[in-house]
């Protein structure tokens, strides 16, 4: 068992290569003309600096929970926590990184040579937050398994319960922080759109609409990415858990 589990951070780092390979495949892909470009860029810079902004604030939420848990739990449970919470922040950031640059390929492959190639794109664009969710949760908890010990001495277990709660954390503010952007951008541009100037919805003449586009990657990618890792690693400690519990 012990030799298995040895191999979960070496194929993490094949997972998170393979996500790579896929976005430098990406990025050669045709943006299509220059209007498009600027959309995208406009897109893309939107929503890169929400995660900034949003990141550099849980940053000071990350330490002060980080300091607490050394003091009153431990080192090895506070080290923990700040693994899961660095890792769900990648895997957030690596998903809307490649969803903003994959949508504006996807609409030009569609336009160019249909609905499989553009099915393809988007395909690809979502297959790189899927490898980096999975391939995150297999190298930091087999590290963290390794370090710790976990499997040679089962009572150790607990440590790494900080891994869980600190992906947790970040997929809580990611997903509801995210949320609420995205449904505020999404009102609101509707409501300039429809009912002041009267033009359709995500009307390109509506500038509110890049707001809007910017809230749909915020909501549904970065916080999706982050939810999703922290289930993810959620139900693999849990089982950790119960094991170590009947060994």
């Known amino acids: 068992m012990q030799t ?4 979960a951070p070496i194929l993490g780092i094949v997972g998170l290569l393979c996500a790579g390979l896929i976005y430098v495949y990406i990025k050669k892909q045709s943006a299509g003309s220059e ?22 604030m849980l940053l000071i939420f990350i330490a002060a929970v980080f300091i607490l848990l050394f003091i009153s739990i431990g080192q090895n449970t506070a080290l923990a926590f700040l693994a899961g919470a660095f890792c769900s922040i990648l895997a957030g950031y690596s998903g809307m990184k490649s969803a903003t640059r994959a949508n504006v390929r996807t609409a030009q492959a569609a336009n160019e040579k249909g609905q499989g190639a553009a099915l393809s794109m988007a395909f690809s664009g979502g297959a790189v937050m899927g490898l980096a969710v999975a391939s995150l949760g297999l190298l930091g908890i087999g590290i963290l398994c390794q370090v710790f010990g976990i499997f040679k001495d089962p009572s150790s277990a607990a440590v790494i319960n900080g891994f869980a709660m600190g992906a947790s954390s970040i997929a809580l503010f990611a997903r509801v922080g995210g949320g609420i952007y995205t449904k505020a951008a ?10 002041e100037a009267g033009i ?4 390109p003449r509506n500038p509110a609409v890049i707001a809007d586009n910017v809230g749909d990657n915020v909501g549904d990618v970065a916080g999706m990415g982050s939810d999703i890792f922290e289930s993810y690693c ?3 400690i849990a089982s950790i858990a119960i094991a170590a519990t009947l060994a």
């Open 35 to 56: 209007q498009m470009i600027e959309l995208a860029e406009a897109i893309h810079d939107g929503a890169m600096a929400f995660l900034k902004r949003e990141y550099s």
């Open 4 to 7: 298995w589990t040895m191999y």
């Open 234 to 236: 959620g139900a693999m």
């Open 186 to 195: 999404d009102v609101g541009a509707d409501l300039v759109g429809k009912v």
């Open 200 to 203: 359709p919805e995500d009307d």
